[in-house]
């Protein structure tokens, strides 16, 4: 064994693109296949224009109970015969949706993509939506959100959501809906949005694997061959807006907590936004990377927290910035001070070469996990359908990320961090640090209970 003296140093980014796949109509439905050489298991999935920006006012979560209602009984199959017939064929049936997009499908050997296909079309096309089901899955939707906003993480996610946008906003109510919105949903309601929503021409098929020995355009007739209808129903316009300016601290109480959860964010550009690149490359350096600033402050400087992150999400209509941290009660307003001064500094000074330097590597390298397997890839292309990319997307961002430069960067800081409006929520005991948060001068203290 030899021991060396010096740490290796990186070295050059290695040529690297995204795989090639091509756009076709098959019996009048959009298709994108992806030739995978040497992938066995393929990834058949259907990319519907029904995420939670479309659902009407006063149903949010609807979309979330329709794409878990799919799988319960389809065409000749209740949910048990459902089940065994994907079984049989080797297959896993995966579905979720998000602000912008309704995802369903399945990996399956590539061998049996039709068959995967015919339960997908029943499953889309044919769901049952029978009421007992319905009425089961709803309610078991309700009992995961009260869990889950039993937890800090979740109620700190909706407090911060329903601080940052106006109450008539879409991305004021999580994407899933809440415990009430999704309990007042009716069978009818979850029809009807099938019904609206998922039709031929608002959905795009995407197959990924080893295609070479697969009639992949069979595969797609049997989803839309005689497919009939239209998305008519135009989304609801409820543009985001966001709730207000100035800095402002909300703090929910959960007395008795050990810790405190901090978010601090506002508002941000959505998806397309022109400077992109230079805003997210910006957040690494920020609070994206293990040795971020935001983590090495409130982790390693400071001792707070285990981790502390923060970035954009940047959706099809508009975005978010948010800082996050779980601490001790007894730092709670030292660390979100912390917090709040390091997204200053990066908004007033920008980042150092050194720092882009690391960025960049970082996230040029990566690109190649991202797309490793077909989930990955076929993920990839339903997300340049969603949000109407070119087909060299990914391509030209590793390039950009490779050659952004460190005044656009830092142009980005100074436009896209806006300090005086950060909107500060913790989750903790407000006993213990309400007036510390009041003394730390990040703006009006909002008291709520963990109701609400």
Known sequence: ???????????????????SFERREVAGGRVITCHLPGKPLAVLELVADAGAVTEPAGKEGVAEIVVRALSEGAGEYDAYGFAVAGERLGATWRSHTDWDSFRCGFEVPVGDLVGAAELLAAAVREPR?????????????????????SQPGPRAGAAFAAAVWAPDCRYAVPDGGTAETVAALTPDDVRDFHGTRLRP?????????????????AAARVVFDGWSGTCTETPP???????????????????????SMLYAGHDAPNRRTPDYVPMTTMALVLGGMFNSRLNYRLREDKGYSYGAFGGFDARRDAGIFVARSAVQTEVTAPALV????????????????????????YRAGVF????????????GLADLVVHDLPDDHYDRLRQDVLDVRLDAVNAAAAQ??????LVSVVVGDAS???????????????????EG
Do not use: C, Y
């Open 368 to 379: 190649p996990i991202n797309f490793a397997g077909p989930g990955a890839v076929a993920s």
């Open 237 to 259: 316009l409820r543009p985001p807006v966001p709730r207000s300016t100035g800095a402002r601290v909300v703090l929910v109480d959960r007395p008795g907590s050990v810790q």
């Open 338 to 361: 912390a917090a709040v001064a390091e997204i200053r500094t990066m908004h007033e000074t920008g980042s150092t070469d050194p720092e882009l330097e690391q960025a960049r590597s």
């Open 129 to 149: 939506l029978d009421e007992a089901s319905l009425l089961r899955v709803r309610d078991e939707r309700v009992d995961e959100i009260r869990l889950d906003l």
């Open 1 to 19: 064994m030899s021991l060396v003296s010096q740490r290796p140093e990186p070295g050059p980014p290695r040529p690297w693109s995204f795989p």
């Open 416 to 421: 896209r961090l806006r300090p005086d409006d």
């Open 432 to 450: 213990a640090v309400a007036d510390e948060l009041r003394a730390a001068g990040l703006g009006p203290v909002e008291v709520l209970t963990d």
């Open 201 to 217: 021409d608002a959905v795009t098929l995407v197959i990924v694997g080893d295609l070479d020995a697969t009639d992949a355009d």
